[in-house]
């Protein structure tokens, strides 16, 4: 079993609210990711880190943003939660390798509701 | 156009059959190839690494075919619990970013 994180499994909030979806995993594993999955849709990758400091945007524009203070830690904030980012938030790691098959381990996800 | 492209189905396949399915990607540099498996509600989770000679996995056989640009799966022998969505999932970055399907789902019925 991965040993990755994610708090709440499920929210439903109301329009406007800030809200912060945590992440964590005990691997030591350098990269994180955060997806969004729609049911029956694919992933889309939002967010990426690749080691403490380094955050990029992923393929999919999403108006979230997150952090990576600790390698363990990869939380994702909405400032003003909308109905449209309902969805199911995912998140993963992997190991740090160049040039390999790298598997992604993924966490249990959260999934939003935004009323 | 999508980077992976998959049949969503139903395949359903009564148990103890034969089911066999293939994704297609766009980019032709693309590394590295996956198949995940995903249940209800689930998160996904690694069935196989595809290699470039296919590989075989108990009842999991797995095919790339570069020249043409896709990847097979094949079940053998399916079981009720094998019913789940697999996802096709290619890397075309070194460092380690994931194109994921939106996944073909496989009901084994008795």
């Known amino acids: 079993e991965a040993d990755i994180y994610q708090t709440p499994r499920y929210l439903v909030i109301g329009t406007g609210k800030k809200i912060t979806l945590e992440c964590s995993q005990t691997?030591?594993?350098?990269?994180m990711y955060w997806y969004q999955q729609d049911p029956g849709m694919e992933l889309h990758l939002i967010h990426y880190?690749?080691?403490?400091?380094?955050?990029e945007k992923g393929d999919l524009s999403s108006e979230s943003t997150v952090s990576r203070i600790r390698t363990e830690h990869f939380p994702l904030t909405l400032e003003s939660a909308r109905p449209s980012h309902t969805s199911q938030y995912l998140c993963?790691?992997?190991?740090?390798?160049?040039?390999?098959?790298?598997?992604?381990?993924f966490g249990p996800g959260t999934r939003l509701t935004v009323t | 156009r999508k980077e992976v492209e998959q049949d969503p189905g139903p395949f359903n396949v009564p148990e103890g059959a034969t089911v066999a399915f293939n994704c297609t990607y766009s980019?032709?540099?693309?590394?590295?190839f996956f198949w995940y498996r995903q249940d209800c509600r689930k998160e996904p989770k690694l069935l196989m690494s595809?290699?470039?000679s296919g590989n075989e996995d108990g009842r999991f056989t797995a095919q790339l075919n570069r020249a043409s640009q896709y990847i097979s799966l094949l079940i053998r022998d399916s079981k009720l619990s094998d019913s789940a969505t697999y996802l096709c999932v290619v890397g075309t970055d070194s460092w380690g970013k994931l194109q994921f399907g939106a996944g073909t789902q496989v009901v084994v019925t008795p």
């Open positions: 980019n032709s540099a693309s590394q590295s």
């Open positions: 691997m030591g594993h350098d990269k």
């Open positions: 993963a790691s992997s190991e740090r390798t160049v040039g390999d098959l790298v598997e992604q381990y």
């Open positions: 595809v290699y470039s």
């Open positions: 880190s690749y080691g403490v400091n380094s955050t």
